[in-house]
């Protein structure tokens, strides 16, 4: 079945770029996979480094205008686009599951939670305001006012190819900044279907464009052109340090949503069965490709047997398959490179001595795509790679430590310091335990902690920078400070 078979409005299924209004095809073409069966959905045009300039000049011309558009006329605009995102929502939920094979109710959930960052934005726009200071000056008044960065451009990656957007661009259009979005070249059919609605809901030209194609020349014309004031984005830990070093040449400032090793702290006065739930949720959310996914199950040792027979009885009944079927629990992974990465991690824990407790195989033969088995590992050592990395696959490993100070050690011992989980029902445990782990997030007794109004990013090598709420709004505006003098004679 095609893509445009799939869809209600076919008109939202676009393999062309977005610039200045205008749908612009590209040299060749990138191919785009379902990873479900690997097969080819769609070929996308490249338009490289010359589209990027098309696109960074028409962001800067638009600009002039759009950052005068008051907010709230903006925000009417966003709510246009919010309400046809939801009018579309099954459209784009099934583009999602096509493209990065997720599983297509959670695909549902994603498009919502993307579009509830357009409409908290929208709101959130009209709130941007500065203060009055006091000044040692005599006869003088200060006041700081926020105004719109500029031009952004935002690199999205293809694990939320929908949600991911919005968080940045639906704050950025709020304060008043004009947007070049590079998708990940393996889902560009989400982020080009948004741009349709976008066009659909009123967004002017040049205001929102989307750039497919060659990413280390895309990318390096949104790092490096002056015109660029700020580069947004989600993906590994080592991309982030390569557009970071890029940045620096225009000074831009750069907003960073990177990679993380999650610890999932299980207390012994948890609710066991509720952790177990926990830990499915974070875990085996798409895939395990998420960077607030739960990898390092840390358990107190006289819970911890209990723990792993919990998550075994669960881990095991998970049903991989193809994100459209009605009883699948976990989807494929985005290409076959990942099932070999996954699978060199778990097999490396074996050879160590760990134990799998469950799966701990590729399933790709035997399901036809690119599947990797849900699996628990019992046993192995804080220094293997499957403790160490961000395992962005279907794989979770459980260790012990008894002391609030070694479990807090053993949960910093990482560079990542994105999100994290603990699960308790001693309050004096969650102010220590809160305060002493080095992380951006922390869930008590919930597995999940995104939301449009709440600040999410993380610290060491997680990133730079909060998005969603008020701080996902700031971020996008730059803090000017006016003194008036000679105001009393
Ligand atoms: C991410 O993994 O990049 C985002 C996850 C989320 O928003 O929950």
């Given at each position: 079945?095609?893509?445009?078979?799939?869809?209600d409005?076919?008109s939202l299924?676009r393999?062309d770029?977005?610039?200045?209004?205008?749908?612009?095809?590209?040299?060749?073409g990138?191919?785009?996979?379902?990873?479900?069966n690997?097969?080819?959905?769609?070929?996308?045009?490249?338009?490289?480094?010359?589209?990027?300039r098309?696109?960074?000049?028409?962001a800067?011309?638009?600009?002039?205008?759009?950052?005068?558009?008051?907010?709230?006329?903006?925000?009417?605009?966003?709510?246009?686009?919010?309400?046809?995102?939801h009018?579309?929502?099954?459209d784009?939920?099934?583009?999602?599951?096509?493209?990065?094979?997720?599983?297509?109710k959670?695909?549902?959930?994603?498009?919502?939670?993307?579009?509830?960052?357009?409409?908290w934005?929208a709101?959130?726009?009209k709130?941007?305001?500065g203060e009055?200071?006091?000044?040692?000056?005599?006869?003088?008044?200060?006041?700081?006012?926020?105004?719109?960065?500029?031009?952004?451009?935002?690199?999205?990656?293809?694990?939320?190819?929908n949600?991911?957007i919005t968080?940045?661009?639906?704050?950025?259009?709020a304060?008043?900044?004009?947007?070049?979005?590079?998708?990940?070249?393996?889902?560009?059919?989400s982020?080009?279907?948004?741009?349709?609605?976008?066009r659909?809901?009123?967004?002017?030209d040049g205001?929102?464009?989307?750039?497919?194609?060659?990413?280390?020349?895309?990318?390096?014309v949104?790092?490096?052109?002056?015109?660029?004031?700020?580069?947004?984005?989600?993906?590994?830990?080592?991309?982030?340090k390569?557009?970071m070093?890029?940045?620096?040449?225009?000074v831009k400032?750069?907003?960073?949503?990177?990679?993380?090793?999650?610890?999932?702290?299980?207390?012994?006065?948890?609710?066991?069965?509720?952790?177990?739930?926990?830990?499915?949720?974070?875990k085996?959310?798409?895939?395990g490709?998420t960077?607030?996914?739960?990898?390092?199950?840390?358990a107190?040792?006289a819970i911890a047997?209990?723990?792993?027979?919990?998550?075994?009885?669960?881990?095991?009944?998970?049903?991989?398959?193809?994100?459209?079927?009605?009883?699948?629990?976990?989807g494929?992974?985005?290409?076959m490179?990942a099932?070999?990465?996954?699978?060199k991690?778990?097999?490396?824990?074996?050879?160590?001595g760990?134990?799998?407790?469950?799966?701990?195989k590729?399933?790709?033969?035997e399901?036809?795509?690119?599947f990797?088995?849900?699996?628990?590992?019992?046993g192995?050592?804080?220094?293997?790679?499957?403790?160490?990395?961000?395992?962005f696959?279907?794989?979770?490993?459980?260790?012990?430590?008894e002391?609030?100070?070694?479990?807090?050690?053993?949960?910093?011992?990482?560079?990542?310091?994105?999100a994290?989980y603990?699960?308790?029902?001693?309050?004096?445990?969650?102010?220590?335990?809160?305060?002493?782990?080095?992380?951006?997030?922390?869930?008590?007794?919930?597995?999940?902690?995104?939301a449009?109004?709440?600040?999410?990013?993380?610290?060491?090598?997680?990133?730079?920078?909060?998005?969603?709420?008020?701080?996902?709004?700031?971020e996008?505006?730059?803090?000017?400070?006016?003194?008036?003098?000679?105001?009393?004679?």
């Amino acid at each position: 079945m095609s893509v445009t078979d799939r869809l209600d409005d076919k008109s939202l299924f676009r393999t062309d770029s977005f610039i200045d209004g205008q749908w612009v095809s590209g040299e060749g073409g990138v191919e785009v996979l379902n990873p479900a069966n690997n097969a080819v959905i769609a070929t996308v045009g490249d338009v490289g480094e010359a589209g990027a300039r098309k696109a960074v000049a028409a962001a800067t011309r638009a600009f002039e205008s759009w950052k005068k558009v008051s907010p709230f006329e903006r925000a009417r605009l966003l709510m246009n686009w919010y309400k046809l995102i939801h009018e579309n929502a099954k459209d784009l939920a099934t583009l999602i599951t096509l493209e990065m094979g997720k599983v297509n109710k959670e695909a549902q959930g994603e498009v919502i939670y993307g579009a509830s960052f357009i409409e908290w934005s929208a709101e959130e726009g009209k709130r941007v305001h500065g203060e009055t200071l006091s000044t040692p000056f005599p006869g003088s008044r200060g006041w700081t006012i926020r105004q719109p960065i500029g031009v952004v451009g935002c690199i999205t990656p293809w694990n939320f190819p929908n949600a991911m957007i919005t968080r940045k661009c639906a704050p950025a259009l709020a304060a008043g900044c004009t947007m070049v979005i590079k998708p990940a070249p393996e889902t560009p059919l989400s982020a080009l279907a948004l741009a349709e609605l976008a066009r659909r809901a009123g967004i002017p030209d040049g205001v929102f464009n989307v750039v497919c194609g060659d990413a280390p020349a895309i990318g390096g014309v949104l790092t490096s052109s002056s015109d660029v004031r700020m580069v947004g984005f989600t993906g590994s830990t080592a991309v982030g340090k390569l557009l970071m070093k890029q940045a620096a040449s225009t000074v831009k400032r750069v907003a960073l949503e990177l990679g993380g090793n999650a610890p999932f702290i299980v207390m012994d006065d948890a609710d066991i069965e509720k952790a177990a739930d926990g830990v499915i949720a974070s875990k085996f959310r798409v895939s395990g490709q998420t960077c607030v996914s739960a990898n390092r199950i840390i358990a107190q040792p006289a819970i911890a047997d209990k723990l792993v027979a919990a998550l075994e009885a669960r881990i095991s009944k998970l049903k991989a398959g193809d994100g459209f079927a009605s009883d699948t629990d976990v989807g494929p992974l985005i290409h076959m490179t990942a099932v070999s990465r996954v699978d060199k991690l778990v097999s490396q824990a074996r050879e160590q001595g760990a134990r799998i407790v469950t799966g701990g195989k590729s399933l790709a033969d035997e399901l036809g795509g690119s599947f990797y088995a849900p699996t628990l590992i019992d046993g192995a050592d804080p220094s293997l790679d499957v403790s160490c990395s961000e395992i962005f696959g279907p794989v979770c490993s459980v260790y012990r430590a008894e002391s609030e100070a070694d479990i807090i050690k053993l949960a910093n011992d990482t560079p990542y310091g994105l999100a994290a989980y603990i699960y308790t029902n001693d309050v004096g445990r969650v102010h220590r335990l809160s305060e002493g782990i080095e992380y951006g997030m922390i869930g008590i007794n919930a597995p999940m902690v995104g939301a449009a109004s709440t600040p999410f990013g993380g610290v060491k090598e997680s990133g730079i920078g909060r998005e969603g709420g008020k701080w996902g709004v700031e971020e996008f505006t730059e803090l000017k400070y006016v003194l008036l003098g000679g105001v009393e004679g």
